[in-house]
């Protein structure tokens, strides 16, 4: 350990930027992934990190590497493969979380250690059961480990917004002498409100010592429904970096919604002159479709920016607005945000080039594998399908996850209902290693008789905890997406398949948590620790 003080930040160590750049501080791999219902695996935390690397967002906090083996993995997967986003890891204010974190961003093509320590009255006493010095003192000494370990350090002291101000500015100069380039001002709890977020950024950046030398952010929760406008006014404040999520996900009522702060940079424009953050809008969408799906969880059609409903208009008045002039009832264009204003797009007669401009313009840019992958079931969905719409592109974009394919594979499927009598059904499954299984069952309706055959054949004991059907498109003929929720072992497991026949897509959903159950016996298992942000 270097045992000599680190020296205080310089312009070079802190992420480029300017006056004018807001910084997209994204965790949702970290603070939004740790909140119940939306663990990843390993791989899908990279896949997910991918697509944050292509939405364009400056700082992506890949984890809490100190919480597990495979969240350690995770992290130093991520900052192995990523090209673009300074790869961030978070730690406690202990020795040996540091230690990983720097471990885990060492192939980082540019990294960052996050340590967080609480500061309010209420965390002191009742938590940390330290003395102010005591806390001063614990806040210095991990931003100098971590500054020895790593040029870029960030410090966030949780509950910011319930700290004395005089005392938090006093936190916040002591670790900026100590070498940290970023300080953040979590509303943990999400309590505050935007005039208290303002007047609290403005008093810290007029009193703590060298606060023209770092960046000071912002990291908001909805409890109130307000982490997207508390962080716009930090930002107004001069907060230069926001911390946020896709969809909004995380702790409790989640945190800001990444989507809406970007939009709203960028439509009230004349709120925050010249300010502009690098996200790359016109992917919003396709990311905020990618994790509902890997993590199953739905975005609710009047979700701001990218709900079903965001451009949709029904009411005969704004029908006859929007014919007038679209600006009467919309603040942005739907192509912004990377959703289509077409409808019906292709058929079974186009060709894999008019599918690759469609998919481009959803927002998903494949390779030639994947190209081949989609279009050879888009083919087979246009021979059952006379209209393909966008919805059914996008579900074949997205694409099934790798972690549930195989072994196990639906070979065959019949199911039978009748009019105040069960139902049955009776499916053949085939595993990689040569064995074919069948099985039949009762249920009160198909979809429950052909769950309850699947999970006899598989031989798995679980328990269905939420099962949710949604037509992904329009017409009799549209495309169902069956999502299911189980319990195993005490763990929480979800599978997912897209089919026009929904009885087929709650076989093969079910299906792929079976399959996940098998990986499971060669992974450990992610860890869901909680880490306040």
């Not at 069948?438 to 054949?457: F, H, K, W, Y």
């Amino acid at each position: 350990m270097h045992s000599d003080p680190a020296p205080a930040a310089t312009t070079r160590d802190k992420p480029a930027s300017t006056d004018n750049r807001v910084l997209v501080f994204d965790t949702t791999l970290r603070d939004g992934e740790q909140a119940p219902g939306f663990s990843m695996s390993r791989t899908q935390k990279l896949r997910m990190a991918q697509a944050l690397a292509d939405l364009g967002v400056d700082i992506l906090e890949a984890g809490f590497p100190q919480a597990s083996a495979d969240d350690f993995a995770s992290v130093k997967a991520i900052a192995a493969t990523l090209r673009g986003p300074r790869i961030c890891g978070l730690a406690r204010c202990q020795q040996p979380d540091i230690e990983s974190v720097a471990r885990a961003i060492e192939p980082a093509q540019k990294g960052r250690i996050h340590v967080f320590l609480a500061t309010s009255p209420l965390h002191r006493e009742f938590k940390l059961q330290m003395s102010r010095q005591q806390v001063i003192d614990t806040a210095v000494a991990a931003v100098r480990r971590a500054r020895s370990l790593c040029e870029d350090v960030e410090f966030s002291a949780e509950d910011a917004m319930r700290t004395e101000p005089d005392f938090l500015a006093e936190v916040f100069s002591a670790v900026i002498e100590a070498g940290a380039g970023t300080v953040n001002v979590p509303d943990t709890v999400g309590y505050t409100t935007p005039v208290e977020i303002a007047e609290r950024f403005t008093w810290l950046r007029a009193h703590v010592r060298g606060a023209d030398k770092v960046v000071f952010s912002a990291h908001c929760h909805d409890d109130l429904g307000m982490a997207v406008a508390n962080s716009l006014a930090a930002i107004s404040a001069g907060a230069r970096q926001v911390e946020c999520t896709i969809n909004g996900i995380g702790e409790r009522a989640g945190n800001a919604a990444l989507e809406e702060l970007v939009m709203a940079l960028r439509v009230r424009s004349d709120r925050f002159p010249g300010l502009h953050a690098g996200i790359r809008s016109q992917r919003l969408h396709a990311t905020a479709r990618l994790l509902a799906q890997i993590t199953g969880q739905p975005i609710a059609r009047n979700k701001a920016i990218i709900g079903d409903n965001a451009f949709a208009h029904e009411s005969g008045i704004h029908q006859h607005g929007m014919l007038k002039h679209r600006g009467t009832y919309e603040i942005m264009h739907a192509e912004d945000v990377g959703v289509s204003k077409s409808q019906l797009v292709l058929g079974k007669h186009s060709g894999r080039h008019a599918l690759r401009e469609r998919l481009s313009a959803l927002g998903h840019d494949l390779d030639d594998a994947a190209l081949d992958k989609v279009f050879t079931r888009f083919k087979a969905l246009a021979d059952k399908k006379r209209e393909v719409f966008d919805a059914d592109i996008e579900a074949m974009a997205v694409g099934r996850d790798p972690e549930a394919a195989g072994p196990w594979q639906l070979s065959h499927l019949h199911a039978t209902s009748h009019i105040g009598s069960s139902a049955s059904a009776s499916v053949r499954l085939t595993h990689e290693d040569g064995r074919v299984v069948s099985e039949a069952a009762i249920g009160d309706g198909p979809v429950d008789a052909v769950l309850r055959a699947v999970t006899r054949a598989v031989g798995h004991d679980f328990s269905v905890d939420e099962f949710h059907i949604r037509a992904l498109s329009e017409g009799g003929d549209a495309q169902g997406q069956a999502a299911i929720r189980v319990i195993h072992e005490g763990r929480e497991l979800r599978g997912q398949s897209v089919s026009t026949d929904i009885v087929e897509a709650a076989a093969n959903a079910i299906l792929e948590i079976a399959n996940r159950i098998e990986h499971l016996h060669a992974e450990t298992p992610v860890s869901t620790t909680a880490i306040a942000g």
